[in-house]
């Protein structure tokens, strides 16, 4: 391969995996944590209930996250954010489309702009405006503290997810069991795929609903996360691919991954591996995949899942 051809590769690759050092963007991060908490909430208030609240997520598209098409009394409504022309768009089949510019303004000033946009596509809906899974919520309409919005971080961001989400779609392509779509949930922030084994969980006292509904059966999850402060108050100051079983078997934690840069975090109680050892390694699309894989193969054994029902193998092995 050519020098010129070297360079071609490496600049491609740094596009589809660009650097994002939470320190340098973490305003922008938490400002558009709450916007798409704005977003996601009212999308969870127009889908109807699906198991495991797979009707709250967003979902990656060709121009940033979507709702998809959500029903509104006699017609239908999208929300996209869209990191191209930077703007949030609310599109109505009636053929309605507002465009609200993405840019640094408070929390309170976009929340009230949806909900404005809301009421013009006859799609005017109520919330609940505490967000979710953060320590130190402030409701919507009083966040005048986050105000932040850098375009080239937002792009980053989302161009990591379309990097990512074909490869977590590939993943779950290998696997005829119950599975999940490939989800961003705007209460973790977190990009996620989740293999079920079919039997349900054994029940845990004390939960709160949220928590006993979304892993009420066996599930082994797969995501990224560009880090920050979980909802249980673990922390991790750079982006992460992450992978964990509920409820953890025996033996999981000990368990050899791939690649070899992967680990166990016992506070997360997950594996995890560093996005910059992805992004910088020879094949990120193979660590990515080697590690979605290995981590659930780990769960699977140690969780004794029936692997030969719930498994493609044909698939994976051509891969």
Not at 100 to 111: C, T
Not at 160 to 167: D, N, S, W
Request: hydrophobic share 40%; proline share 7%; with cysteine.
């Amino acid at each position: 391969m050519s020098l010129g051809a070297h360079a071609h590769q490496a600049n491609s690759q740094a596009e589809l995996w660009p650097a994002l050092p939470l320190d340098e963007w973490l305003d922008t991060y938490a400002t558009l944590h709450m916007w798409t908490q704005v977003v996601g909430k009212i999308r969870m208030k127009l889908t109807p209930p699906t198991n495991h609240w797979w009707h709250v997520p967003l979902y990656v598209s060709a121009r940033g996250l979507t709702t998809s098409a959500m029903p509104a009394n006699d017609h239908m409504v999208e929300i996209i954010f869209d990191f191209v022309e930077h703007a949030l768009v609310i599109e109505s089949s009636d053929g309605t489309v507002i465009n609200i510019p993405l840019l640094p303004k408070p929390v309170a000033e976009f929340y009230r702009e949806v909900m404005e946009a809301m009421q013009a596509v006859h799609a005017g809906v109520k919330i609940w405006t505490t967000p979710v899974e953060v320590p130190n919520p402030i409701p919507f309409e009083q966040d005048y503290r986050h105000t932040s919005y850098n375009r080239m971080y937002a792009e980053r961001f989302w161009r990591i997810l379309m990097t990512i989400q074909p490869i977590f779609s590939e993943f779950r392509g290998e696997f005829v069991g119950k599975s999940s779509p490939v989800h961003f949930f705007w209460g973790s922030f977190d990009l996620a795929v989740t293999r079920f084994s079919g039997r349900r969980a054994p029940e845990r006292d004390g939960i709160d609903p949220v928590t006993r509904e979304a892993y009420s059966h066996e599930v082994i999850s797969c995501g990224w996360w560009p880090g920050g402060t979980s909802a249980t108050g673990a922390a991790y100051n750079e982006p992460v691919f992450y992978a964990y079983a509920a409820p953890e078997p025996l033996g999981f934690s000990t368990s050899e991954v791939r690649p070899a840069q992967g680990f166990y975090h016992g506070e997360m109680s997950e594996f995890l591996l560093k996005y910059d050892d992805v992004r910088q390694s020879a094949d990120p699309r193979q660590a990515l995949l080697d590690f979605a894989r290995s981590t659930y193969e780990a769960g699977a054994r140690c969780g004794g899942w029936d692997r030969d029902s719930l498994e493609m193998r044909d698939r994976q092995q051509a891969a």
